[in-house]
């Protein structure tokens, strides 16, 4: 199976394989379930399921990177600095997205998007990366007590599980007095908190 040379320049088949080396099988199991939630969200609510499939397979690419190699590159890179204050969880987003256009020749912006901002979203969240945001937390292996909750609601609307997920992860943070990193509480304002 190819993709059209539209966004990468790889047969799904040379993406899996590229993407395998960069985790634990366990974690290359959860990208795969990824892409089978991206896609289907894809398909009902109008995105490309291609775009879907390569955003979905990388989303995760940089999770495993050693914390240095992800500290300098955030520096390097200009990401924004303030991700330095909020622990190592929320670097590989922003850091995928670089490390993905430089060794997978990734380019589209929606894609780069998607993968940058699927762990803390934002306000402003185009439809794959509200695809991809909502996938990683719904896909076929996560088993946590509110999944079917969010199941159901992506099958209804996806600004609704994009709210509930935000609601979620937000309550689960402060039960584990976790810090917050500002942009996930941007997000919580935007597509939680009442007007
Ligand atoms: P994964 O990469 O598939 O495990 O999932 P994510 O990329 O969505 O999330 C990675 C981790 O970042 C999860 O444990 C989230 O709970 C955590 N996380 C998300 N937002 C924040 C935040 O604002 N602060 C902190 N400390 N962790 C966060
Ligand atoms: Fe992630
Ligand atoms: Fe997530
Ligand atoms: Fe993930």
Known sequence: LF??????NLSRKELLEKVQTQMS???????LGVETAAV???????????AASIAALTHDYAKERNHGEMHDLII??????????????????PVGAILVKKE??????DILNAIHYHTVGRPEMSLLEQIIYVADYIEPGRVFP???????AAETS???????ETE??????????????????????TWVAKP
């Open 76 to 93: 390097s890179a200009n990401l924004d600095l303030e991700l330095l204050q909020y622990g190592s969880e929320i670097w590989h987003g």
């Open 3 to 8: 993709y059209g040379e539209k966004y990468i």
């Open 146 to 152: 509110v999944v079917s909750e969010a199941r159901k």
């Open 25 to 31: 099988s366990q974690r290359f199991k959860h990208v």
């Open 168 to 189: 979620h992860t937000l309550l689960h943070l402060i039960g584990q007095k976790r810090k917050i990193y500002p942009k996930t509480i941007d997000t919580y304002n």
């Open 40 to 50: 289907e969200l894809a398909q009902r609510y109008g995105v490309s399921t291609e």
């Open 158 to 164: 996806l600004a609704e599980a994009v709210a509930f």
């Open 104 to 109: 997978l020749g990734i380019q589209d912006a």
